[in-house]
């Protein structure tokens, strides 16, 4: 059994989804109940969804001394960095401790593979890329971690994590561990999905996408809904930011049973959350609020939902946001790690967005409808292809 952790700082964090650019038009739309899903106008061959668009990532070009990262996935990243004050608080941050004591980690799953296949759609006669995607660092999966490093000057631990839809929540526990150990002072982590073929047709042939709205808990959900995000936040030690909310444990697992299917009794679900509540030295009954992964596809809702319902309290309240944004695959940790942060700041439980007629395996804790209520605890799930398995714990700073 893991031993708790000192806390961590989030000092700083920021989303931008299909529900807005920054926390307040994420704040408002959950508050409203109000879904950022589209029909699907992305994808290069007709296919019969729903996604979770970003709008002006088209827009949000580069500027031109990172022009050598230039694609859709570094622009979603670029347009992200500069929402809630987050790009001058991060510039900060080096400034304070050395651009050497800073770590960067961060989550993607796909990076910027959508700039590879566009270069395979355009090859020439003799197969060869076209001249203007000749550019190999934007074809490798440390694309994104390898582009913000530049961009925000900074020359401590650089890390990529590709776990799947996992992969944005691991960033914290690896952030954790290089501040515990003393290698770094602070860390900046977050992570960036965009969309693209590779996804949007790859789950498609996986029979995993809904020709509708995505309906995560629904007796009737037929599916996920693909989505595009950026989020970052910083962590630092707590002595710093003593008002901010606290990184209080984390928890990982792997299922070890299948490449796409989870765990059927939802068992590395569980030790990650075990793992979690215990580095935060608390107990399921002190949990406020859960973001649910929640996916709307049918084995795990069935096993997410069934975990809930026998591990916490019904004033525990749970609920699944990818209604609103779709699933934002590598960038989901993160952007529901905002969620959860909201949460506590403004005392705003979700709805379960999509859901009429609830899976008989949900528990009273869901909640179906927004509600406002006080949250000090909240915890945000993540669980990726593979049984990749990550749940955080964030808690509100000591009065």
Request: proline share 6%; glycine share 10%; aromatic share 6%.
């Amino acid at each position: 059994m893991p031993v708790p952790i000192q806390p961590l700082a989030v000092s700083a964090y920021t989303a931008t989804s299909a529900l807005g650019h920054g926390l307040e038009s994420h704040v408002a739309a959950l508050s409203a109940t109000r879904g950022g899903l589209r029909p699907n106008d992305f994808s290069s061959a007709p296919l019969a969804c729903w996604i979770g668009r970003v709008e002006g990532v088209e827009d949000a070009a580069l500027p031109a001394a990172h022009a050598v990262w230039e694609c859709r996935n570094n622009r979603l990243a670029w347009l992200g960095l500069r929402q809630d004050g987050f790009l001058e608080r991060a510039l900060d941050i080096r400034q304070r401790y050395g651009a050497a004591r800073v770590a960067l980690v961060l989550g993607t799953s796909t990076a910027s593979i959508g700039a590879t296949e566009e270069a395979y759609r355009r090859l020439d006669d003799d197969g060869h890329m076209p001249p203007d995607l000749r550019r190999p660092l934007i074809h490798a999966p440390h694309s994104l971690a390898g582009f913000v490093a530049e961009a925000l000057g900074l020359e401590g631990p650089c890390l990529t994590v590709s776990t799947a839809c996992s992969s944005s929540a691991k960033v914290f526990a690896s952030a954790e561990r290089l501040i515990r150990l003393g290698l770094v002072d602070a860390a900046v982590v977050g992570g960036v999905d965009t969309l693209c073929d590779s996804v949007l047709f790859g789950f498609n042939a996986l029979e995993l996408v809904s020709p509708d709205p995505c309906r995560p808990f629904d007796q009737a959900r037929r599916g996920i809904s693909i989505g595009e995000a950026a989020g970052f936040a910083l962590l630092e030690r707590t002595g710093m930011a003593p008002h901010a909310p606290r990184l209080l444990g984390y928890g990982e697992s792997s299922d070890a049973h299948h490449m796409s299917t989870p765990h059927p009794e939802g068992l590395g679900a569980e030790l990650a959350l075990r793992d979690a509540l215990a580095r935060a030295n608390l107990h399921a009954d002190q949990v406020d609020y859960i973001n649910l992964h929640g996916t709307a596809s049918l084995k795990n809702d069935e096993v997410e939902a069934a975990l809930v319902t026998r591990s916490f309290p019904t004033t525990t309240r749970a609920s699944s946001t990818k209604g609103f944004t779709g699933h934002t695959l590598g960038a989901a940790g993160i952007l529901e790690a905002a969620f959860a942060l909201q949460a506590i700041e403004h005392g705003l439980v979700p709805a379960n967005l999509g859901c009429t007629t609830p899976d008989a395996a949900c528990g009273p804790q869901f909640a179906w409808e927004v509600e406002q209520r006080s949250v000090d605890v909240a915890v945000s799930n993540s669980f990726g292809f593979g049984g990749n398995n990550a749940c955080l714990v964030f808690g509100r700073a000591p009065a």
